[in-house]
């Protein structure tokens, strides 16, 4: 699978979310969208589509991370997936330990750095499908 232009991040709790958006800059990483913060409901993820798609970042040019949290991310998950977004649910430590600790963190912060984390390890994730409903 061709590796993606954007690599966007997502740090999600469960009144919000913010998420931020890099690239490949001549074979390093470059933030090229500032963390936006969006409410967690249903309501407000055609604005956060409209967001991906104004800053041209489409299902065929980009691949989405996030943290597994439990039930918070599970409306966004599943949004994504409809809207045909290559969408990757990694583990929170595992992002956790692929950065070195840089004093006070945010979750502005924690938005770039998933999406970061996402560059550095595109290889090695895993593309996230619901399950089937039986399984649900």
């Known amino acids: 699978m061709k590796k993606p ?3 966007v991040g ?32 249903y309501d407000s993820l055609p604005k956060f ?16 991370c996030m943290e597994a949290t439990g039930v918070y ?9 409809i809207n045909q977004y290559r969408l990757s649910i990694q ?20 938005s770039c750095q998933i999406a970061e984390y996402a560059y550095r390890f595109y290889d090695e994730l895993n593309q996230w499908r619901p399950r089937e409903e039986i399984l649900e």
Request: net charge negative.
């Open 91 to 110: 583990s929170p430590l595992d992002v956790k330990r692929a950065f070195k600790p840089i004093g006070h963190k945010t979750d502005p912060v924690d």
């Open 10 to 41: 997502i740090d999600i709790a469960s009144a919000s979310f913010f998420t931020a958006a890099g690239r490949n800059n001549k074979g390093s990483w470059q933030l090229a969208i500032r963390p936006k913060e969006f409410e967690n409901e």
């Open 73 to 81: 991310n599970e409306i966004l998950a599943h949004f994504l997936f």
């Open 49 to 64: 589509l409209s967001w991906l798609q104004e800053n041209q970042i489409l299902p065929n040019n980009s691949i989405v």
């Open 5 to 7: 232009t954007f690599y």
